[in-house]
Nanobody, 122 residues
Framework: QVQLVESGGGLVQAGGSLRLSCAAS????????MAWFRQAPGKERVVVAA???????YYTDSVKGRFTISRDNAKNTVSLQMNSLKPEDTAVYYC????????????????WGQGTQVSVSS
């Protein structure tokens, strides 16, 4: 069982930056692939970025070059640095964990956090 708790959301102007963090419980954090998903109003929850156990990464096209996912296995945390934010990045962002990164990039996950709101004003 893995419990995930997100922090770091908020309101920012377009062009600004935010850093999301996710703290994971359990002693097996390093064995999981991790990801950040987002869900905008009226839309499906989709993967934004993912990182596997060896820190290989995946990004959806719309965030490439702007967002960076990273993990710290010693601290059981995964982070998402978001730069050059756009109004269309506004969504609830969820931390997720799965045994395989292939599940995460298919919008599937074994565990979810409760979500944190990110709002970008124009």
């Amino acid at each position: 069982q893995v419990q995930l708790v997100e922090s770091g959301g908020g309101l920012v102007q377009a062009g600004g930056s935010l850093r999301l963090s996710c703290a994971a419980s359990g002693r097996t954090f390093s064995s999981y692939a991790m990801a950040w998903f987002r869900q905008a109003p009226g839309k499906e929850r989709v993967v934004v970025a993912a990182i596997n156990r060896s820190s290989g990464t995946y990004y959806t096209d719309s965030v490439k070059g702007r967002f960076t996912i990273s993990r710290d296995n010693a601290k059981n945390t995964v982070s998402l640095q978001m730069n050059s934010l756009k109004p269309e990045d506004t969504a609830v962002y969820y931390c997720a964990a799965a045994t395989l990164i292939s599940r995460l990039v298919k919008n599937q996950s074994d565990y979810w956090g409760q979500g944190t709101q990110v709002s970008v004003s124009s």
